[in-house]
């Protein structure tokens, strides 16, 4: 289980492995969005401590590595998602959403959807 928060950064590396487990670092860097300037040995340093905190795991392969996450997308996701809304609404929803209608955040389709969630949720389809 990851034991620390993932840096922004480091998140940039994980979506890669998300898509494209048991990458070597050089292949993990090459795969990051045309334009990232990070250097190889930069990837390899956000490897390793994605590796200290638990959300890859590291295998040999030769003289390298291949790197496989141990938590998925939505299991980060939803921490992530968790801890913002603890820290910045007290864990409610409600708050959330509201802030995002305030502000223009919320288009014809987000509403349609959180309806259909809704609906779901009480068991009206």
Do not use: N
Not at 7 to 34: I, N
Request: net charge neutral; hydrophobic share 40%.
């Amino acid at each position: 289980m990851m034991q620390r928060r993932i840096a922004k950064s480091e998140l940039d590396v994980m979506e890669v492995l998300w898509v494209r487990p048991g990458l070597a670092a050089s292949a993990v860097h090459s795969a990051l969005p045309e334009g990232d300037a990070r250097s190889l040995q930069t990837v390899k340093t956000l490897l390793s401590r994605l590796v200290e905190k638990g959300a890859l795991r590291s295998e040999p392969d030769g003289r390298r590595f291949l790197y496989h996450p141990l938590i998925t997308r939505d299991e980060y996701t939803a921490s992530a998602t968790r801890r913002f809304s603890e820290r910045l609404f007290g864990g409610r929803a409600a708050p959330i959403v509201a802030h995002l209608a305030k502000g223009d955040g919320l288009s014809d389709t987000d509403i349609a959807e959180l309806e259909a969630i809704i609906r779901e949720l009480k068991g009206d389809d």
